[in-house]
């Protein structure tokens, strides 16, 4: 790309959490999404090995070592190509954390306490610390350092991404324009994939790693894919029409849609009369047709962790001078400079 190109360009940021069992809902609602439209856009992708540490007692240093070289791989093998988007760590980049202090100065408490996923997530510790509940400022300030102009997430993280834009305006207003207010980016359907075990949750990188039933990750064996997809919460009717399936139907239905791209009337004609058997064994043929090169190119790249290196530190040294740059703004427009 070249550099006056890249000027007009709309940048895009965005990043995932190296924990859990990166499944098809995070394919379906984020990487699927970064990878079509790279080609628009001037993208950042990071890998947010900082956020992993908000709950310390979970995640052990050697875990999140070996996380994040496997998530820089997913996010290659889904096609991310390194040499149109920067993919780098989060840690790697001191603006991140620096700016997160800044911007924790200007968030009222109010603000965090009422977030879902703080609520949520708090709920099933034992003492919650400081960091679960600054969470979503360091969001704000991974998106706020390049001057984002979308963020392409899956529809958990629409309340954070508002929250990012409601704190550029308080420090706006305090301080004066200094941020590019983003823009949420989020597809029409299958922005919010359900756990197959159990419909009624959002599918989850951590549930992942704990039951097996719950998802489909994207480096699992074929069988495995088969076997989950088998046990799929359904129902005893026979209902494949979008609009009056049951949760379970229509989350099968709609990971159906994304991965097909077939349009809702293609979709139901196909499974009319053909009962719950036919539409599982249709989506494991699809899910196994989707993932298969995702997993042999991972396997690939998991073979050589120095080339995955080079692309991480190049992707940092790529970004840095322009989360350096806009540091020193707010520094400058809050007295520190
Ligand atoms: N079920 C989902 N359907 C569609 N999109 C999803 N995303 C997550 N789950 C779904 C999107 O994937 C990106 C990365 O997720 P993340 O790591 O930032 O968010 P998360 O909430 O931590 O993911 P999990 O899977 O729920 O992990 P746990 O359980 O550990 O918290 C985001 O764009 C997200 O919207």
Redesign the pocket.
């Known amino acids: 790309m070249q550099p006056s190109e890249a000027k007009h360009k709309p940048v895009v940021f965005?990043?995932?959490?190296?924990?859990?069992k990166?499944?098809i809902?995070?394919y379906?609602?984020?990487?699927s999404v970064w990878a079509e439209n790279q080609s628009k856009y001037d993208n950042i992708f990071c890998i947010?090995d900082l956020?992993a540490l908000t709950i310390p007692e979970a995640i052990k240093p050697e875990y999140l070592r070996h996380k994040v070289v496997e998530f820089a791989a997913l996010y290659i093998a889904c096609g991310i190509d390194p040499e149109q988007s920067a993919i780098f760590i989060q840690s790697h980049v001191p603006a991140h954390a620096e700016l997160t202090w800044l911007l924790n100065c200007v968030t009222p408490l109010g603000w965090l306490e009422r977030m879902t996923?703080y609520k949520s997530?708090s709920a099933h510790q034992e003492s919650v610390g400081t960091g679960l509940l600054a969470y979503p400022v360091l969001q704000a300030a991974d998106i706020l350092l390049y001057n984002t102009n979308l963020v392409?997430?899956?529809?958990?993280?629409r309340q954070h991404v508002e929250l990012t834009r409601d704190i550029a305006q308080r420090f706006a207003f305090l301080y004066g324009e200094t941020f590019v207010t983003p823009e949420l980016l989020i597809r029409r359907s299958?922005?919010?994939?359900?756990?197959l075990d159990d419909p009624t949750v959002?599918?989850?990188?951590?549930?992942?790693e704990q039951r097996p039933e719950h998802s489909i990750g994207l480096v699992d064996e074929p069988g495995v894919i088969r076997r989950t997809v088998a046990r799929a919460v359904t129902d005893t009717a026979r209902e494949t029409r979008f609009e009056h399936a049951s949760a379970g139907v229509l989350n099968l239905l709609t990971i159906y849609e994304a991965l097909s791209g077939e349009t809702r009337p293609a979709i139901e004609a196909r499974f009319a009369g053909g009962g719950y058997g036919d539409l599982k064994r249709q989506l494991t043929e699809l899910l196994v047709e989707t993932l298969a090169p995702i997993r042999k190119r991972y396997q690939d790249l998991m073979t050589d962790p120095t080339e995955l290196d080079i692309i991480l530190r190049t992707g940092a040294a790529k970004v840095a001078p322009v989360a350096e740059a806009t540091l020193t703004r707010v520094k400058r427009a809050m007295g520190c400079a």
């Open positions: 965005s990043g995932i959490q190296p924990t859990g990166m499944h809902g995070n379906i609602g984020a990487l947010v956020h996923q997530k392409p997430v899956g529809d958990d993280q299958g922005a919010r994939i359900m756990g959002k599918m989850s990188k951590s549930l992942g």
